[in-house]
Nanobody, 122 residues
């Protein structure tokens, strides 16, 4: 089992920045890919970004490409999502997920955090 806890959410004005963190615990010696998903009110959960365990390969949704950066610190068992130039439509609950493969499909991830709220408003 792997436990994931997200932190770093909050309220920010359009154009602002936030950094989300995801702390992993439990059976973290396994090689998991990590992803961030988000879910806005009344909408389905959507893929945001993913990163592989061993390589520097990263993947982004088109809507966040060039604004968000996913990164990891394996030694600290931490994953991060740096979000810049935030837009109103980025408002959502953001979830950290871990799975065997770096995928845009949420069904590929076995472990999920409880989420952290990000609100972008003027």
């Amino acid at each position: 089992q792997v436990q994931l806890v997200e932190t770093g959410g909050g309220s920010v004005q359009p154009g602002g920045s936030l950094t989300l963190s995801c702390a992993a615990s439990g059976r973290t010696n396994s090689t998991y890919a990590t992803a961030w998903f988000r879910q806005a009110p009344g909408k389905e959960r959507e893929f945001v970004a993913a990163i592989r365990w061993r390589t520097v390969s990263t993947y982004y949704a088109d809507s966040v490409k060039g604004r968000f950066t996913i990164s990891r610190d394996n030694a600290k068992k931490m994953r991060y999502l740096q979000m810049n130039r935030l837009k109103l439509e980025d408002t959502a609950v953001y979830y950290c997920a871990a799975g065997a493969l770096a995928s845009q499909r949420d069904t590929e991830y076995s472990y999920w955090g409880r989420g952290t709220q990000v609100t972008v408003s003027s």
